[in-house]
């Protein structure tokens, strides 16, 4: 038996995968690293935030490359 109706549960154990400040963004892909970053997107929901203007971190273009691009392409074999 579920004790939850399941869009109960499923909100409660959904990650939030965004740091809510702007700036927190930047020593969590450090910490990270940024060659173990995939972008993702809900896209093509209506609310869809264009990851040019959603995703400001201040990165260089070889980083911003490789989290939008080379990732995906490397793990997935592209």
Known sequence: ????????TRHRGQPRAQPVQQN?????IEW???DRLLFS???PHW??????YAF??????TER????????????KF
């Open 1 to 8: 038996m579920i004790p939850l109706r399941p869009g109960v």
């Open 24 to 28: 927190a963004r930047l020593p969590l």
């Open 32 to 34: 990270v690293g940024v």
């Open 41 to 43: 997107s809900d896209y």
């Open 47 to 52: 609310d869809y935030d264009d990851a040019r």
């Open 56 to 61: 400001k971190t201040p990165l260089s273009e």
């Open 65 to 76: 490359g490789k989290i939008f691009n080379a990732n995906a392409r490397a793990v997935y």
